[in-house]
């Protein structure tokens, strides 16, 4: 069994930034990499950066590179997005994931954060 809670999502204005945290807890199995993804209105789940665990590989959308930032804490098993920035094209729900492939592809993720609302203004 494994739960993904996140937290630190709002609203802020272009420019501002956020920080995001995921922890996991109960993991009964290990998971290769944890990724982040985001779901703006009438759009899909759009792939935003990735860490693995073990080295702390990452990897990130274009949209994206320069201005986030994803890391780990081993020790806490949790996930961070630093989010620096923000432009009003980054609203979206923000999703946690856990799975087995170091993949941009959301179907390669087996488990799922409830969701962050972040919101930036114009």
């Known amino acids: 069994q494994v739960q993904l809670v996140e937290s630190g999502g709002g609203l802020v204005q272009a420019g501002g930034s956020f920080r995001l945290s995921c922890v996991v807890s109960?993991?009964?199995?290990?998971?290769?990499?944890m990724g982040w993804f985001r779901q703006a209105p009438g759009k899909g789940r759009e792939f935003v950066a990735a860490?693995?665990?073990?080295?702390?590989?990452?990897r990130y959308a274009v949209s994206v590179k320069g201005r986030f930032t994803i890391s780990r804490d081993n020790a806490k098993n949790a996930v961070y997005l630093q989010m620096n920035g923000l432009k009003p094209d980054d609203t979206a729900v923000y999703y946690c994931?856990?799975?087995?492939?170091?993949?941009?592809?959301?179907?390669?993720?087996?488990?799922w954060g409830q969701g962050a609302q972040v919101t930036v203004s114009s």
């Open positions: 994931a856990g799975g087995t492939a170091y993949s941009g592809s959301s179907s390669l993720y087996d488990y």
């Open positions: 109960g993991r009964t199995f290990s998971r290769y990499a």
């Open positions: 860490i693995t665990w073990s080295f702390g590989s990452t």
